[in-house]
């Protein structure tokens, strides 16, 4: 093989995992979230979890929704506890969201939940399909990180 043929075949090859990775995406996303719950509450705790307070129209930038559907979102949380506002200590008229413990708590368990359901449907492949997937978790991790300053050590 060529050296132009090996590139265009890895671009191939990196192509067709790309697709692979967005059907598997949707279809985890599918079989992992209960119906009754909302996929951007939880896009949004998780985000207050891992990045700590936010103002609501940082989180609705960052989730993508407009800022009055993420005070509403916010709103919704508050009322299940999930999240709190808080006083910005750099502008008082600006409030802040806080992931509460029982917010933390609700995401702790939905995560819980996914994989184990993601796991049991993964052991009802093949042995070598299994190891793949094992084998990819480093690589899908790194992935999950690209482009957000959070890259694990």
Excluded at 54 to 75: E, N, Y
Aim: proline share 5%; charged share 20%; hydrophobic share 40%.
């Amino acid at each position: 093989m060529t050296t132009s043929s090996t590139t265009s075949r890895a671009g191939a090859d990196l192509a067709e995992a790309s697709a692979a990775l967005e059907s598997a995406s949707r279809w985890i996303r599918r079989i992992t979230r209960p119906r009754e719950v909302n996929a951007v509450n939880l896009a949004t705790l998780d985000r207050l979890a891992s990045g700590g307070p936010q103002r609501v129209s940082d989180l609705a930038a960052s989730i993508s929704v407009s800022q009055p559907g993420m005070t509403g979102v916010v709103t919704r949380l508050v009322e299940a506890g999930h999240v709190r506002r808080q006083s910005d200590p750099t502008d008082g008229r600006v409030a802040l969201i806080e992931v509460t413990p029982a917010g933390r708590s609700y995401l702790s368990s939905a995560k819980e939940r996914a994989t184990a359901t993601l796991t049991e449907h993964i052991k009802t492949l093949p042995v070598r399909q299994q190891r793949a997937l094992a084998a990819a978790a480093d690589a899908l991790v790194a992935l999950t990180h690209t482009n957000t300053g959070d890259r694990p050590a």
